[in-house]
C-alpha cells in the first residue's frame, strides 16, 4: 500500500493541534493557580463571557465518568480512546472515500484526541481544561464546561466532518453526481 503526499499532509494539522494544545497546557500549569480565573485578582480580563482558568478533569467530556472506579479508568480513557484513533488513522490510510476537507477534519480529530491521552498518560492529575464560555442558561448551564484545544478541535472538526457529508454530493452508479 502506497501512501501519497496528499493523504499525509493533513497530519500536519495533527500535529499542530497536539503542539498547540501542549504547550498552551504548560504554560497554563506554569502560570495559572489551579481554580483561579485569570484577571479575577488583577481585574485585567474580568469579564463573563470568557474565562480563562486552570482546572482539572480525570473523566472524559463533561466529567462523564468521574466517579468510576480508578482501575477501569485507564481501559476507558487511555486504551480505548488509543485502539478508536488507531482505528481512525487505519481506516483514513486505506480508504480513498474521504474528500479533501475530510481529510483535514479526520486529522483535526485525531490531533484532539492525541492532545488528550497525552494528559490522561503523563498528568496524573488529568487533563488541563482552562477554557470556560458563558452559556446564557441554554440547556440549563450558566457556563459551558470547561474544555482545552484539544476538545475544541474533536468538536470542531467532528462538526465540519460530518456537515461535509451532508453537502457533499453523492455519486450514482453511472458515475454522476446527484
Given at each position: 500500500m502506497k501512501i501519497g503526499k496528499e493523504k499525509l499532509l493533513p497530519f500536519t494539522?495533527?500535529?499542530?493541534?497536539?503542539?498547540?494544545d501542549q504547550l498552551v497546557k504548560g504554560l497554563i500549569i506554569k502560570t495559572w493557580p489551579q481554580e483561579t480565573v485569570w484577571g479575577e485578582e488583577l481585574d485585567v480580563f474580568n469579564n463573563d463571557l470568557l474565562w480563562i482558568l486552570h482546572v482539572r478533569n480525570k473523566a472524559i467530556a463533561f466529567s462523564l465518568g468521574q466517579n468510576l472506579p480508578d482501575t477501569l479508568r485507564p481501559v476507558l480513557f487511555i486504551i480505548l480512546p488509543l485502539v478508536?484513533?488507531?482505528?481512525?488513522?487505519?481506516?483514513?490510510?486505506?480508504?480513498?472515500?474521504?474528500?479533501?476537507?475530510?481529510?483535514?477534519?479526520v486529522a483535526g480529530i485525531i490531533g484532539g484526541g492525541l492532545g488528550n491521552i497525552i494528559d490522561r498518560i503523563f498528568r496524573p492529575d488529568g487533563v488541563v481544561d482552562f477554557i470556560s464560555v458563558k452559556f446564557y442558561g441554554l440547556l440549563g448551564m450558566e457556563r459551558w464546561p470547561t474544555f482545552n484545544i484539544a476538545d475544541s478541535s474533536v468538536v470542531v472538526c467532528c462538526f465540519i466532518f460530518l456537515l461535509s457529508i451532508l453537502i457533499t454530493p453523492k455519486k450514482t452508479e453511472n458515475g454522476e453526481k446527484t
Open positions: 494539522l495533527t500535529g499542530a493541534v497536539v503542539l498547540a478508536v484513533l488507531g482505528f481512525l488513522v487505519w481506516y483514513y490510510l486505506t480508504s480513498t472515500e474521504f474528500s479533501r476537507l475530510q481529510c483535514w477534519a
